[in-house]
């Protein structure tokens, strides 16, 4: 997968640039506060038809302007493709190929991103959210039925939270077992699906984890709590689970049973990573997942994602930028940094230079 040409018109503080990319080591140079980032989230945003910084789409329109366009042109193994994304203060339309798709799913696994800047210690520190938007954005990309069945999950879900906070108890009885089966039913393809996923990234990243840390420490990833093997055997699980927690999901007002619940375990030499890993190590341990995410998109798909790395080499040590930089090769990689580093001196690569959401010749 390789991005060709990347449009942006009133795109946050880009009013009308194109990038044109190379397919190996791309560096977006300067100043804090200029672009850079920006055009990073834009490349993100239409591999994943989402924003990893804010929550409203809206915040994306330039200041003053009342729509947003990102244009992409891209090719994979299967061909060339245009992604675009027109965003509007309370709408957004996407298309691919010219043609305007309805549902989120349709968008993506067009064109596979990974993404990763200091932020990503998020995934580490914070709580099960982070997590799971990590899981849920990876595999979305490669599996059109996971990303379905999230949808429709997450739809069910905010229809039953809003019959508990009702106040007809006997119309909520009545109701929920309705509401259950299909929960249950979609409950049970997502958490199979991450279970597989989590087969294929934990050897991957124990591997990753182990060569950028010269296997002075170990990684280790599973699941937070222990489901049946087949599908219909967990749905039926979950379903008895949601008819013993009636009493209490009524009493708080939402649902406390399912997927959006779980969590991944993070441990690093059998500690809880969440809670005993330092800055660094927590930085090292994402790097690590995102690094086997690549490679877990280059065995599903046949070929290597674009990888995204945003202002990630300041954070880093000497050795881990290197070792970091050795797992760039022979995939496309846009690289963000204030100035190119002299670690990036004698590569290959194509410098593109931002300044107030221009670029500068």
């Not at 798909?301 to 995204?308: D, S």
Request: glycine share 6%; net charge neutral.
């Amino acid at each position: 997968m390789v991005i060709k040409k990347l449009t942006l018109h009133n795109f946050r503080n880009y009013e009308d640039e194109t990038f044109c990319f190379f397919e190996g080591l791309n560096v977006l140079t300067g100043r804090n506060a200029q672009g850079k980032t920006n055009c990073a989230e834009a490349v993100f945003y239409l591999c994943t038809g989402s924003s990893l910084r804010i929550r409203h789409d809206r915040q994306l329109i330039r200041r003053g302007e009342d729509c947003a366009l990102l244009h992409a042109e891209a090719e994979s193994r299967y061909g060339k493709v245009e992604l675009e994304a027109e965003i509007f203060e309370n709408r957004r339309d996407l298309r691919v190929n010219g043609v305007r798709v309805t549902r989120a799913a349709d968008f993506l696994g067009n064109m596979n991103s990974v993404f990763f800047s200091p932020g990503e210690l998020r995934l580490i520190q914070d709580g099960p959210d982070e997590r799971r938007r990590f899981l849920n954005l990876s595999i979305s990309q490669t599996s059109k039925s996971y990303a379905s069945a999230l949808l429709r999950y997450n739809r069910i879900l905010e229809q039953r939270n809003n019959l508990l906070k009702g106040h007809d108890s006997e119309l909520i009885f009545e109701t929920l077992p309705i509401w259950d089966e299909q929960f249950a039913r979609y409950a049970a393809v997502i958490i199979r699906h991450r279970r597989e996923y989590l087969a294929l990234l934990s050897p991957l990243a124990e591997e990753t984890h182990r060569y950028l840390t010269d296997g002075g420490e170990t990684l280790a990833l599973g699941e937070d709590r222990e489901n049946p093997e087949s599908e219909e055997e967990i749905a039926f699980k979950i379903c008895s689970e949601l008819a013993a927690s009636y009493e209490r999901d009524i009493r708080l007002g939402f649902t406390t049973v399912g997927p959006h619940r779980d969590d991944i375990r993070i441990m690093i030499d059998g500690a809880d990573a969440r809670g005993f890993a330092s800055q660094g190590q927590a930085r090292t341990a994402a790097l690590s997942l995102k690094l086997a995410e690549v490679e877990i998109f280059r065995r599903l798909t046949g070929e290597p994602p674009v990888l995204v790395l945003d202002d990630v080499l300041s954070e880093l040590d000497l050795p881990r930028r290197k070792k970091l930089l050795s797992r760039t090769e022979g995939l496309q990689c846009i690289l963000t940094c204030t100035h190119a580093e002299r670690l990036l001196s004698g590569r290959k690569m194509n410098r593109i230079r931002i300044s107030g959401g221009k670029i500068v010749s």
